[in-house]
């Protein structure tokens, strides 16, 4: 029986075991996939989760429900010893493994991309993980609510303005989203309705989105400028404090909130794979999406540089698109590699864009064809409905986004959710009552709580 191990569960993935599920017989092969979490992220839903719109539940893929006759390994991947055919695996259980492979499937995906920039690691919060978008949810609500309480107009201000920094798709949608989320919301807090919040968007290129035409790029600039969102285009952070940002101009935004969005790079596990990579650190990749010099391992995804047919000598785009194509397509050539079917290049092109701007508001452009407004919102709402996997979880998503069109979203602030306190109650008040005191002095210990409590998880480590 072949042995073919897939690391890491996202688009690339799953759409990989399923293919290879659906293409080998039966007891052709032991099918094997590694991933730290049980579910596949659908990260074009991302915002709609941050935002409220979405239940996070709905925005997820169990993987053992889509899944058949794979074999799920809940482990972090820590290396790889190509010449052995092994790689290394230490378990959510808490031992280390050593997995056997004839063929290994590499899609490890990406983590958000940091700059040494002074104080970004300790105060910002990135925008890539499903937990960092709840934890942005609760920490927009918990800034609400410690607004409220002051006095000084000065300090509330700090609380009430949030900065984006990147202006890619995920930077523009997160911003507009959260947005309008916070608009809804913040009808209930009196102090900070008369004073009003500041929303920001920090770009370094000549424009945001730049992977769409320019009148599309146009469109949104103008729609988020009349919902009062400020834009620094060409202009870059360059320190981070709890309190401010400041910026390349000189400009020093008092914010308490920021977050980063300036792109993504290949897990950082890939470079302990004993594989080639490019200059960027992707795993090298043929357009079969096999690694050179290496038969049996294959590598996809945002880990990979695989080349885009549609770009000559560009390796393709970290999207989500490209990610289950090429998972689709890596499976049939595994296959073919083992004696069923013929190996094919990986030929896909991108058919279109969405960049959903909250407020029944999008741009798009499908084959050649641009679309902004509410006809690119429905557009793009519909698009994510067909891809997402399973009937139940369309259904879901039908019912999640037909409840925002008739109610107003729900202000509970849950930063406490799954850290429940101690049994012993005594000991849990005095844990909450050192962690209120731990904040920056001179502001109640807010500052600490915010950190804490406003993301769920500690936002300064």
């Known amino acids: 029986m072949w042995r073919i ?32 979490v049980n579910f596949m992220l659908y990260t074009p839903l991302l915002p709609g989760a941050a935002a409220g719109t979405l239940e996070p539940r709905h925005v997820v893929v169990p993987l053992r429900e889509e899944l ?33 492979y004839d063929h290994l499937i590499v899609a490890l995906g990406s983590v958000s991309r940091t700059l040494p920039i002074p104080g970004l690691a300790q105060h910002a919060i990135g925008f890539k993980t499903l937990s960092e978008a709840i934890a942005l949810r609760n920490r927009v609500l918990l800034s609400l609510e410690m607004a409220e309480s002051l006095d000084d107009d000065e300090r509330r201000a700090a609380y009430l303005s949030y900065v984006f920094v990147g202006g890619g798709y995920s930077g523009v949608e997160g911003l507009a989203e ?8 913040i009808e209930l807090y009196p102090r900070c309705r008369v004073q009003g919040m500041r929303w920001m968007l920090v770009e370094a290129a000549e424009r945001p989105m730049m992977e769409v035409p320019p009148k599309l790029s146009d469109f949104t600039v103008r729609e988020l400028r009349g919902r009062g969102i400020e834009f620094r285009i060409g202009q870059t952070v360059e320190q981070v404090t709890d309190r401010s940002v400041t910026l390349s101009t000189g ?4 914010a308490r909130t920021v977050v980063w969005t300036a792109g993504v790079k290949p897990h950082p596990v890939v470079q302990r794979l004993g594989l080639p990579l490019t200059d960027k650190g992707r795993i090298e990749s043929d357009r079969f999406m096999q690694v050179p010099g290496h038969d049996n391992v294959w590598a996809i995804g945002d880990a990979a540089a695989v080349p885009d047919p549609a770009r000559k000598g560009q390796p393709s785009p970290p999207t989500a698109q490209h990610g289950l194509r090429q998972g689709r397509a890596v499976a049939k050539n595994v296959a073919a590699a083992i004696g069923r079917g013929r190996r ?68 509970s602030e849950l930063g406490q959710l799954g850290h429940p306190p101690a049994l ?38």
């Open 5 to 36: 191990v897939i690391a890491g569960g996202g688009f690339g993935g799953l759409y990989a075991a399923r293919t290879l599920e659906r293409v080998l017989p039966a007891h052709a092969a032991r099918i094997t996939l590694v991933n730290d």
């Open 68 to 100: 058949e006759r794979t074999d799920l390994r809940l482990g972090r991947v820590t290396g790889a010893n190509p010449e052995r055919n092994t790689i290394s695996v230490d378990t959510i259980e808490g031992h280390h493994e050593e997995l056997e």
């Open 178 to 185: 959260l947005q309008d989320f916070a608009a809804d919301v």
């Open 251 to 254: 400009e020093v935004v008092p």
């Open 344 to 411: 094919r290049p990986f030929r896909y092109r991108t058919l279109g864009v969405f960049v959903d701007l909250g407020r029944h508001q999008a741009v798009a452009s499908t084959l050649g064809i641009r679309w902004r407004g509410f006809p690119a919102w429905f557009l793009a709402r519909t698009y994510h409905m067909a891809a997402m996997p399973g009937v139940k979880r369309r259904l879901r998503l039908v019912v999640d986004w037909t409840v925002d069109l008739l109610f107003d979203r729900d202000a």
């Open 424 to 461: 012993d109650d005594a000991i849990a008040q005095e844990r909450l009552h050192e962690r209120s005191a731990g904040g920056t002095p001179g502001d109640g210990g807010q500052s600490g709580a915010l950190d804490r409590r406003g993301a769920g998880v500690s936002l300064t480590g």
